[in-house]
């Protein structure tokens, strides 16, 4: 078992920025890659940034550039600097993590429990 706490989430100006964290614990030796989802009113939850156990990270194409995921290993946080933020960007944002079980391949996902954020235009 995974679990994660978030915490970094509030109200912005547009062109401001935030960072969100992601605190594991648990069974962390585990976890294959860890990442962040967001959820705006009336749409599907959405990948925004993941980085691998081995530190190689992917990208929603709607915020290259402009968010970093990043991870701190002796504290099993994981972040998310987000910059020129836009009032698209609203949402809630998830942390996730997953674990891979190794004599069925079966993928366990661990949700946080979801942070608003909120970017005024």
């Known amino acids: 078992q995974v679990q994660l706490v978030e915490s970094g989430g509030g109200l912005v100006l547009a062109g401001g920025s935030l960072r969100l964290s992601c605190a594991a614990s648990g069974s962390i030796f585990s976890i294959n890659a860890m990442g962040w989802y967001r959820q705006a009113p009336g749409k599907r939850r959405e990948l925004v940034a993941a980085?691998?156990?081995?530190?190689?990270?992917n990208y929603a194409d709607s915020v290259k550039g402009r968010f970093t995921i990043s991870r701190d290993n002796a504290k099993n946080t994981v972040y998310l600097q987000m910059n020129s933020l836009k009032p698209e960007d609203t949402a809630v944002y998830y942390c996730?993590?997953?674990?891979?079980?190794?004599?069925?391949?079966?993928?366990?996902?661990?949700w946080g429990q979801g942070t608003q954020v909120t970017v005024s235009s």
């Open positions: 980085i691998t156990s081995g530190g190689s990270t």
């Open positions: 996730n993590a997953y674990t891979i079980a190794v004599l069925t391949a079966a993928r366990y996902d661990y």
